[in-house]
């Protein structure tokens, strides 16, 4: 705990309130239920900052003067803490900002819950935790690294979930997610012009059939993206775009794969959306 | 909203409680903050599902129904809930789990802060939200496969970090959350034997000196995960690796390149680390 990371939304605005992401660990979970809470108020230009490792008291009361600095000059700070430890959490309550306390607002619930008391201890949520499983996720970034777009067909049988699509349909970054937070061995496999001639599955495929899942996009859509990588090819023109999607859309159905059009979805939903469908968690 | 989806954690233990993640939308800030509750209290045998995209009422119930079934049988569930929809919420709130409202218990103190209402809408966390940033996010990700351990040394001025290592350190995954998570343009770059030869840096990284972040390990731990990669090398050998470590953080050292032990640390922390130390965040 040093440095304070500043984004550039609302940069430079005076009026606009400086949201604090304070935790003594990674400051993910702060950020990721302040943002999602942030989300329901749209059209309010917010500055952000993380402060990750506060691990005591005085490091604490170092951002506590940068909170009540802004507060004395601008409107109140917004405060989303995850701090676990009692006394560094009682010196962040004492800022002049407004401070959520993400954390013991549900810990008393939860010891109730379980029937015991909490550990304490600094959140371990992003540590490695659990060897097994953080050792299986960084192995599903290699695997994913490996089988990206069809790169290799060694050890296809280890997939978990070959993602299926025409070109920039979002299946390699979607890939690269479920195996970073989900530890999914997952391959991603390009459909090209020539796996059209039929409505079978590319042969590499065949004996995998039950772990495809494929994607789809709007022609119109897919036409932009492609244009950004190749302007005025054939391969990004609305007609190629129009003939690899309907082709590819009927190839799901005749082979029973499961597909969603990712057209307006991002990787997170995507990825959502495929674990649930295919009964995929660890 | 139709299936669930279970993890293998206490699955087949009767005792333990059911955690449920529920959501009107991807379920990931309730799976985030709800874990990083539960590892305050380790040791508890539970059951895991994430019910996301629950849009309607009739889906609220159907999930009530499931997990009334559970509480009637054995231990009562615990249900975190990220739904903003205050009829789903209802809905969720009256089922026989202890329920944890992670958007409702904070959203009438945002109000306060903001002056103004919630929206309401189902979170848009975890959608596309501000295009511009997603598809920064998703060049980052081609940009970081790209570039992956010095593949392409093309472009490396458009990187905002370059990562270098001894392999093995973690530099490739650590590029890919970068990338996924923040938008980062993270090419990573590997410090082999030859480049041990003199104390600066790799020639194709000279005009990049700060841009460079450095990471290095514990030679005994390096040794074991370069074991399980090619037993009985030279390569994985303790020698070999405290060789490379310790020229590795004297070249840090001799150009300034901040650096980092990643031994004991997850990827999520490394990032942390990363982006406070550079001063980076988008």
Chains 1, 2 share one sequence.
């Not at 940069?11 to 660990?25: C, E, H, I, Q, Y």
């Not at 054939?234 to 309907?246: H, V």
Request: overall charge negative; charged content about 15%; hydrophobic content about 40%.
């Amino acid at each position: 705990m040093t440095e304070t990371q500043t984004d550039t939304v609302g940069a430079g605005n005076p009026s606009a309130p400086t949201v604090f992401f304070l935790s003594d660990s990674t400051g993910i979970t702060a950020e990721t239920l302040g943002n999602t809470l942030l989300t329901q108020f749209p059209g309010h230009p917010l500055e952000r900052r993380t402060i990750p490792f506060i691990t005591t008291v005085e490091q604490a009361h170092e951002v506590v003067a940068v909170i009540d600095q802004l507060a004395a000059a601008g409107p109140r700070p917004i405060v989303f803490s995850t701090a676990v430890s009692q006394d560094v959490r009682s010196v962040l309550a004492r800022s002049r900002g407004h401070f959520f306390d993400l954390i013991g607002a549900h810990l008393g619930q939860l010891e109730d819950a379980l029937g015991s008391s909490a550990s304490g201890q600094p959140g371990q949520a992003h540590g490695v935790g659990d060897a097994v499983r953080y050792q299986s996720r960084m192995a599903a970034v290699e695997y994913a690294i490996e089988h990206d777009d069809g790169q290799s067909l060694r050890a296809l049988e280890r997939a978990e979930l070959i993602l299926i699509a025409p070109s920039r349909c979002g299946k390699t970054p979607t890939t690269m997610y479920l195996a970073l937070q989900h530890g999914i061995l997952a391959a991603n496999f390009p459909l090209v012009e020539e796996d059209f001639a039929s409505l079978s599955l590319p042969k590499p495929l065949l004996p995998f059939a039950n772990k495809c899942f494929g994607l789809t996009s709007q022609p119109v859509r897919l036409s932009q993206i492609r244009q950004e990588r190749r302007p005025g090819s054939t391969y990004a023109s609305l007609n190629q775009c129009t003939f690899e999607l309907r082709n590819a859309e009927d190839m799901y159905r005749a082979n029973n794969v499961p597909y969603v059009n990712s057209a307006s979805m991002s990787v997170e939903e995507i990825s959502a959306t495929v674990l649930q469908r295919m009964q995929l968690h660890h």
